[in-house]
């Protein structure tokens, strides 16, 4: 599915209406409406705001939707997905042992916010599930596929670990993201 067909599942099974959804964001329905019908994104924040009062991960609004995997997870898949490997992100602090990855959609946020945001798979599942984990944030898509690239090339020579190479570091101001 896509993001707007996402989004307007998650608001229906959250029993919001398209005007209730928009004051939350304070944005107009019209706003909302264009969102679900696929003729554009919110910005960066107001997803957050989304995935936190609807209860819902980024990585299930935004990713986008390639191939399926056994799980039902869709994304970017790495080509040996019967091994792992350790993925490390210094930026974010985050380690997470994945033979899954997928990029989200290009955000629309400022000239200074990351374009794209790298989600792995873990290999632990739960009945929801694949466990899904936020990685880093891109500048561009040329970055996070050369990423995906190299997790590929250290998956087919057999290694055990990556650490990410070519993510930004970000901060967050309120509820706005920006690179460092």
Not at 117 to 135: D, M, W, Y
Request: a negative charge; charged letters at 35%; aromatic letters at 8%.
């Amino acid at each position: 599915m896509s993001f707007a067909e996402n989004l307007k599942e998650t608001r229906k099974r959250n029993q919001m209406s398209q005007e209730e959804l928009a004051e939350l964001l304070g944005v107009s329905r019209q706003a909302v409406s264009r969102w679900e019908l696929g003729d554009g994104y919110p910005e960066l924040e107001k997803l957050i705001i989304i995935g936190e009062k609807l209860n819902v991960s980024l990585d299930y609004l935004l990713l986008d939707k390639k191939e399926s995997d056994e799980t039902g997870f869709e994304g970017e898949r790495l080509q040996t997905p019967s091994k792992s490997i350790r993925i490390t992100s210094p930026n974010e602090g985050v380690i997470v042992d994945t033979s899954f990855v997928a990029r989200s959609q290009e955000f629309k946020g400022s000239k200074n916010s990351p374009k794209y945001a790298l989600f792995a798979s873990e290999k632990s599942t739960s009945i929801f599930g694949p466990q899904n984990r936020f990685l880093s944030w891109y500048r561009d898509v040329e970055d996070i596929t050369k990423e995906i690239e190299e997790i590929n090339q250290a998956m087919d020579k057999g290694e055990a670990s990556y650490t990410l190479k070519h993510s930004v570091k970000c901060k967050r101001k309120l509820l706005k993201v920006e690179m460092e």
